[in-house]
């Protein structure tokens, strides 16, 4: 069964999974619908560093935020970088990035907090999202990464695991994952470089998410490779849901960055526990 389910307007995709079981959290992915956007970011682009209108995002960074219960001001979000820096979200740290890409987390592609009403955003159009949910813990934490295939060879699923685990006691068997709507293995192709970093990290494995096509080139299932990853970095596979839904399949719901060549808006996958 799909975890992200389509809300009625079509503005976004919910964890109704996640969010069914623990009232407190919410928890999904926008799509591309719903916004001001214009032109190749039409409508609900969410990103400050493609080339869009300012005002057009933080317009449809809005909508998104409130439409889920919270204040602009709370929208926080980093720069990312397609690697696997992780920030610990405190305080001080609330609301950046919201208004100016400027203003974002530094050189960070994972974000974690143990604050409440804190929307944690990161930026979408066919890596992968990763949501983690540790609701037994004494302070309930949530976090949001973004792996493409950088970050994912990078580890930062276990890298988020493992934060959760120094900082707050966490272990892994206590800790829900997400993966969520991504370039599929159906569309995904790459080439020997990307294909020798997946076997570097996957070993044995990697036999199941590498389908060769052609001499030098692959189809790539990199939400599996994440799976993968995240099992073996001691999270149960019963605690772990998978997407189906292929971001460059799906032109119509998703932007997809392979798909339209590099010039379109991001999806945002969020995660934030409310306040009580």
């Known amino acids: ?29 926008s799509t591309r619908n719903g916004g001001v956007s214009r032109r190749e970011y039409e409508s609900l682009n969410c990103g400050l560093h493609v080339g869009d209108t300012v005002e057009h995002v933080i317009q449809n960074r809005r909508k998104l935020v409130e439409a889920n219960g919270f204040s602009f001001a709370s929208w ?32 960070t592609d994972g974000l974690l907090t143990d604050k409440r009403n804190v929307f944690l955003a990161s930026f979408y159009a066919d890596c992968v999202p990763l949501f983690f949910y540790a609701p037994k813990a004494k302070a309930q934490v949530i976090g949001v990464a973004h792996a493409g295939w950088r970050g994912t060879v990078a580890r930062i699923g276990p890298k988020m695991v493992e934060t959760m685990r120094k900082i707050w006691a966490i272990g892994p068997e206590n800790i829900y994952a997400a993966i969520g709507p991504s370039i599929g293995a ?10 020798d970093e997946i076997k570097n990290v996957l070993g044995a494995k990697a036999f199941r998410v590498l389908t060769e096509t052609r001499e030098g080139k692959y189809m790539l299932n990199l939400q599996e490779t994440n799976r993968i990853l995240l ?21 119509d719901v998703f932007y997809s960055y392979r798909k339209e060549k590099g010039k379109t808006g991001r999806m945002t996958a969020f995660i934030a526990l409310k306040e009580g």
């Open 76 to 107: 926080t979000c980093a720069e990312q970088v397609h690697g696997s820096n992780i920030r610990v979200i405190t305080d001080d740290d609330v609301g950046a990035g919201r208004m100016a890409h400027s203003d974002a987390i530094a050189e």
């Open 1 to 29: 069964m799909e975890p992200f389910v389509m809300q009625e307007k079509g503005l976004m995709l919910r964890l109704t999974g996640w969010e069914s079981k623990w009232p407190q959290l919410v928890a999904g992915f």
């Open 186 to 195: 159906c569309c995904y192709e790459v080439n020997d470089i990307v294909a």
């Open 231 to 251: 099992e073996r970095a001691g999270i149960l596979p019963s605690h772990i849901e998978v997407s189906h839904l292929c971001t460059s399949c799906r032109s």
